[in-house]
């Protein structure tokens, strides 16, 4: 097409969700105009129309995300659990057909359809994506019209293309993968804690995801003997055992669980194997192995001792280093009902727990003096520690530092003192962290 009538002046390209009667010339402009004319799609899905004053100038196909991808896997940074709690999160561009010619028209309805997709995906599906994927044929294309939407490019395929619902077959060739975050702390929210998930996200939650932990069973087997060192304050009648009851909530807090229910719907969601590993009790005469009940976890967690299981779990921590996903990590993460706090120190390459400390309660005041102790317990030789204004005092500061390490705090009211001498001292001088302005020039073809 061309000729200046046929001109398209992009700021006024608008996006719609396609109405279920459009949704059949969304599959024939398709089988028109894109090199490849069909998708098998799986899960939700939904038809995009890129308008121009009425006409259509580009369709786009939405679907559920791929089950495995390890580029995407390695970007997010979660492990398997996690993953298939959250990858309803994680929607696949399946198709892209511009059907108009015109410079920088694709990267124009590729950025207003990320903008339009997540709301749009709220009102028909119920729930807000956080990730959005696509692949693209390198043996075609260059990805300029994602790269400058502002998509990025997470690595390639390993060459296998959906076959079926859930069965995939080698020998689609190799694809580059490019992701698109719907906010700015995807990743985070994606293989973060449950509660720090927006409300518009939960629910894409599975009300359960079964035999899939944090961690692989010979870890959790190491963790279950490692807990076996800690004394049960319980008298001799007893079926579940203490290490049982102790890895399971260690697992779930790992996991962000925070919750006795929490702990609960772990331990009913092990199958067979998990649960012989675990030492599960197996009633007399019975093949299969009883999962703790809930009051076991109440129970328990407010009568063991907190400075034994911290040791335990530092000791084994150190045996599993670099081998735990980077995703474990328990800084902040509390049991509610106010029945334990751990504090960790976390390194921020990683993302892996280095050491942690127990608190009896989860009060701001109880978790200072902890810190402090984890701290001073630990070799911070060349180590720079960033802690959050909950910890801006002398003391905690002063551990550090005879450590051996160095201390980034964030100044609030709580010490108006520092904080106004740190003021001060900075007033006039350049920031820290200089803004920078990148410009992209505009491709001038479309892919």
Not at 32 to 42: F, K
Not at 230 to 254: E, F, K, S
Not at 356 to 369: G, R, S
């Amino acid at each position: 097409m061309s000729g200046k009538s046929n001109f398209i002046v992009l700021a006024h390209v608008q996006l719609r969700g396609a109405r279920r009667d459009e949704q059949a010339r969304c599959e024939q402009e398709l089988a028109a105009h894109h090199y490849l004319p069909t998708a098998q799609v799986a899960g939700d899905r939904g038809w995009q129309i890129a308008e121009y004053e009425g006409r259509w100038v580009a369709v786009i196909l939405w679907c559920a995300a791929a089950k495995r991808l390890k580029a995407r896997e390695e970007w997010v940074g979660w492990d398997d659990r996690t993953r298939a709690e959250r990858l309803k999160l994680v929607v696949q561009q399946a198709r892209f057909c511009v059907l108009h010619e015109q410079p920088n028209l694709a990267s124009r309805v590729l950025g207003e359809s990320v903008r339009h997709l997540p709301e749009w995906w709220q009102q028909i599906h119920g729930y807000t994506p956080l990730l959005a994927e696509t692949f693209v044929d390198p043996e075609r294309f260059e990805g300029t019209c994602y790269r400058a939407a502002g998509w990025s490019e997470a690595g390639a395929t390993s060459g296998h293309r959906r076959a079926g619902r859930d069965y995939y077959q080698a020998g689609a060739g190799l694809k580059s993968l490019w992701l698109k975050p719907l906010r700015p702390e995807t990743s985070a929210l994606l293989r973060g804690p449950e509660a720090s998930l927006p409300a518009e996200c939960r629910a894409a939650l599975p009300l359960a995801t079964m035999g899939l932990l944090p961690v692989k069973l010979k870890q959790a087997e190491s963790l279950h003997a490692a807990f076996a060192q800690v004394p049960d304050p319980r008298a001799g009648n007893r079926q579940h055992r203490l290490a049982t009851v102790l890895t399971i909530v260690a697992l779930a807090i790992l996991m962000g669980r925070q919750r006795p229910a929490d702990f609960l719907r772990l331990a009913q969601q092990l199958n067979a194997r998990q649960r012989e590993v675990l030492g599960y009790y197996r009633p007399p005469g019975k093949k299969a192995r009883v999962a703790p009940g809930r009051d076991i976890f109440y129970s328990l967690l407010s009568r063991v001792d907190p400075t034994a299981l911290a040791v335990v779990l530092n000791e084994w921590l150190q045996t599993q280093h670099g081998q735990l996903p980077a995703a474990l990590a328990l800084d902040g993460k509390a049991v509610t009902d106010r029945l334990a706090q751990v504090v960790s120190l976390v390194a921020q390459e990683t993302g892996a727990t280095v050491a942690v400390a127990p608190v009896l309660t989860v009060d701001k005041e109880h978790e200072v003096p902890a810190a402090r102790t984890l701290l001073g317990q630990t070799e911070l030789n060349g180590a720079l520690v960033s802690l959050d204004a909950g910890h801006a005092n002398h003391e905690t500061a002063r551990t550090i530092v005879e450590a051996g390490g160095e201390y980034l705090i964030q100044l609030k009211g709580n010490a108006s003192a520092v904080e106004a001498a740190a003021a001060h001292a900075v007033q006039g001088q350049a920031p820290l962290f200089s803004p920078t302005t990148a410009t992209m020039a505009a491709p001038n073809t479309v892919t």
